[in-house]
C-alpha cells in the first residue's frame, strides 16, 4: 500500500527516540534494480552521556558480528573494504549527525542480502545495532493487478518500481494497453519505511475478451541503456455463455443422439443438461455431452442448457425430434348404426412425420389426408351396403400400419324378389330369401290352409345365414291339389315384410337340381308332369273340390322321408296332407 504522508513513520519514530540509548533506525527492506544504484537511509543514537569526539561506523554485510569477520561494506576509520565492494559503496549520511545512510552503485545480484550498521565511537564504545536492512536486486517492475477483476467492472492496475537511486530515475510507460485505457502516472511517492517507489496506474473496464492479456509495463533510465519489463496476465472473471450447442437434432427411432453444450466463462461453469425440469447431466467442465442410445418416441422433445458460475448464467435449448413410422391406428366412433343415421368414425394414430391416413371399403377409398396424424369420415344416411369391414392405413417413410374396424348397419327385413316356391309332383319348395340385420324370424304362412310355419319347426323349414341374407326353405309334400298359396313374413325390431311367394313352374326347379347335363332326361320329365297335371285338373272338373269351414282342423303335417336337397341330414322336410 502506498501512503503521502508527509512525515513517514520511519522519521517519526527517530524524533521521539531522541533518549540517549543504543538504537538504529532503517527500513527492513529495500529494492532496487540491477545496474543502478540505491540509497539505504539510515539513522543511529547512542546515549548523551558518551560525548565522542569523533564518530564512526562500519556497515556489514550478512552478518552483524565482526568476530564471524563478515564482508566489510564501507568502513569510515580506514576506508578499506571487501573486493565485492569496492568501488561501489560509500556513506552518504553524517555520522557526526548520526545519519548512517549508504550508498551503493553498479548493483549486481550477489549484492542482495542483509545490511548491518555498527558505530563505533572509540574504545569499547562500539555497538553492532541488531537493526538491519534486507537488499532485494530486482530486474522486472511490479504490476499489481487486483484480487478479483469482473467483466464490466472498472479496476485499477499499477505499476511500482523502486525509486531509492539518487543517481538514475525511471521512467514508466505501459505495455499491451491499447484498448484499455490511457495510463496515469502519479510520480514518485514515499513509502512507509522512508523508502521511495515510482508509480504509474491504467484505469479501464475489463470485458470478457481481456481475459487472460498480457499487460506489461516497462521501467527506463535515461541517458542509460537500461531497460526493465514486467508482465502479468489479466484473470478476469465472467459469466458463462453458451458459444456450442446443437441446433435442432432429427434422429430416426433407434439411433444413437449425442448432444452438445459448451460455454465459455472464467471460472470454468457448471454445464446441466435437463428436460422437462428433471436433471439428466451435469459437470464442471467447459462443454458436456448428452448421449440417447437407441432413442425412442418418448426422447422427443425441448432439451436445455444451463451454465452457470458465481458470476452469472446462460441457457439454450435444442429440439430433438424422433423420426418414427405410424403407430397402429386406433378407430373412435360409431361401429353399430340404424339405416338412415349419419355415422361418423374418427381414425387417429402417431407417427414423425405426420402420416398420411387412408380410410378404405373393398379398395374403394372412401377418406384421405395427408400428413395428419387424424381422419373423420362422414357417412350420412347409411344404408345395408355401408355395411362391412372398413380399413384405416397410415404410412409415411419410415413405415406403414392399419386398423381393419366393421360397421354394422341395421334395418328392417328385406325380402328379395329371389324369393319363390316351386312345384314338382306332389312336393313344394318355397324359396324366402331375406335381408336384414339384425337377423330376423322368418315365418311360411298358408293362409288356404290356416297353418303357420316358422323357423323354429325345423322339421319343416331349413335356414341358412350368410353375411346379412337369410335363406328359409319350406318344404311341403303330400300336394294332390293346386299348390297353397305362400306367405313369407319376416321381421326383426326395426319392422316386419311380408311377401306372397310367386310359383314357378316345376321345370325350374327340376332344372336347378339336374343342370344341363341332364336336359334329355329333365325333357322327359318335364312332359310326364305336365301330363300328370292335365289329369288331376280333370278330375278336379268331375269332382268338388274339398274345403274347410270353421269347424274343421286345420292341415296337419307328418313326416316323410324326403330330405331338402342341400341341407343338414338333421333337418328333414314334411309333408302336409288334408285329413278327411
Not at 238 to 246: L, R
Not at 428 to 452: D, G, H, I, M, W
Not at 533 to 552: A, C, L, M
Amino acid at each position: 500500500m502506498i501512503f503521502l504522508t508527509a512525515l513517514p513513520l520511519f522519521w517519526i519514530m527517530i524524533a521521539a527516540s531522541r533518549g540517549g540509548h543504543w538504537g538504529a533506525w532503517m527500513p527492513s527492506s529495500i529494492s532496487a534494480f540491477e545496474g543502478t544504484c540505491v540509497s539505504i537511509p539510515c539513522r543511529f543514537d547512542f546515549p548523551d552521556e558518551l560525548r565522542p569526539a569523533v564518530v564512526h561506523g562500519v556497515w556489514y554485510f550478512n552478518s552483524p558480528y565482526p568476530k564471524n569477520y563478515p564482508p566489510v561494506v564501507f568502513k569510515s576509520r580506514t576506508q578499506v573494504v571487501h573486493e565485492s565492494f569496492q568501488g561501489r559503496s560509500r556513506l552518504l549520511g553524517d555520522l557526526g549527525l548520526r545519519n548512517c545512510t549508504l550508498l551503493l552503485s553498479n548493483l549486481s545480484p550477489e549484492l542482495g542480502g542483509k545490511y548491518y550498521f555498527r558505530g563505533d565511537l572509540g574504545g569499547y564504545n562500539q555497538y553492532t545495532f541488531s537493526e538491519h536492512s534486507i537488499l532485494d536486486i530486482i530486474n522486472t517492475p511490479n504490476i499489481v493487478v487486483p484480487l478479483e477483476v469482473v467483466a464490466g467492472t472498472e479496476v485499477e492496475v499499477s505499476c511500482m518500481v523502486p525509486d531509492n537511486c539518487p543517481e538514475l530515475r525511471p521512467e514508466l510507460s505501459w505495455l499491451g494497453h491499447d484498448g484499455l485505457g490511457e495510463p496515469a502516472v502519479l510520480g514518485r511517492l514515499r513509502e512507509d519505511e522512508g523508502t521511495w517507489v515510482q508509480v504509474s496506474l491504467l484505469h479501464f473496464v475489463p470485458t470478457r475478451e481481456a481475459n487472460g492479456h498480457r499487460l506489461g509495463c516497462q521501467a527506463s533510465f535515461p541517458n542509460t541503456t537500461l531497460q526493465f519489463e514486467g508482465y502479468a496476465s489479466l484473470d478476469v472473471k465472467y459469466p458463462p455463455v453458451i458459444v456450442e450447442m446443437n441446433s435442432s437434432v432429427e434422429a430416426i427411432e433407434g439411433s444413437h443422439v449425442s448432444l452438445l453444450c459448451g460455454a465459455d466463462s472464467n471460472p470454468p461453469p457448471l454445464l446441466t443438461w435437463m428436460r422437462d425440469g428433471t436433471v439428466l447431466q451435469e459437470a464442471v467442465t467447459e462443454s458436456l455431452f448428452l448421449e440417447l442410445d437407441e432413442v425412442t418416441p418418448r426422447e422427443d422433445g425441448v432439451y436445455a442448457c444451463l451454465a452457470e458460475n458465481a458470476y452469472g448464467q446462460d441457457n439454450r435449448t435444442v429440439g430433438l425430434s424422433v423420426m418414427y413410422a405410424p403407430w397402429k391406428p386406433t378407430v373412435n366412433g360409431t361401429v353399430v348404426a340404424v339405416e338412415g343415421e349419419t355415422v361418423s368414425i374418427l381414425c387417429s394414430t402417431q407417427s414423425n412425420p405426420d402420416p398420411i391416413l387412408t380410410i378404405f371399403k373393398e379398395k374403394q377409398i372412401l377418406g384421405t389426408v395427408i400428413y395428419e396424424s387424424e381422419l373423420q369420415l362422414e357417412l350420412p344416411a347409411v344404408t345395408p351396403e355401408d355395411d362391412g369391414e372398413y380399413w384405416c392405413v397410415a404410412e409415411n417413410q419410415y413405415g406403414q400400419r392399419a386398423t381393419a374396424f366393421n360397421l354394422s348397419v341395421e334395418f328392417a327385413p328385406v325380402i328379395l324378389l329371389e324369393s319363390h316356391c316351386a312345384a314338382a309332383r306332389d312336393t313344394v319348395q318355397c324359396l324366402c330369401v331375406v335381408k336384414s340385420n339384425p337377423e330376423p324370424s322368418v315365418a311360411f304362412e298358408l293362409p288356404s290352409r290356416n297353418v303357420t310355419v316358422n323357423e323354429t319347426e325345423r322339421e319343416f323349414v331349413y335356414s341358412e345365414r350368410s353375411g346379412l341374407l337369410l335363406t328359409s326353405i319350406l318344404t311341403l309334400r303330400g300336394q294332390a291339389q293346386a299348390p297353397p298359396r305362400v306367405i313369407c313374413t319376416s321381421r326383426n325390431l326395426y319392422g316386419t315384410k311380408s311377401l306372397e311367394l310367386p310359383f314357378q313352374g316345376a321345370h325350374r326347379l327340376m332344372w336347378a337340381k339336374i343342370g344341363p347335363v341332364g336336359a334329355v332326361v329333365a325333357f322327359a320329365i318335364l312332359i310326364a308332369i305336365v301330363c300328370y297335371i292335365t289329369q288331376t285338373r280333370r278330375k278336379k272338373n268331375v269332382t268338388e273340390s274339398p274345403s274347410f269351414s270353421s269347424g274343421d282342423n286345420p292341415p296337419v303335417l307328418f313326416s316323410s322321408d324326403f330330405r331338402i336337397s342341400g341341407a343338414p341330414e338333421k333337418y328333414e322336410s314334411r309333408e302336409v296332407s288334408t285329413l278327411e
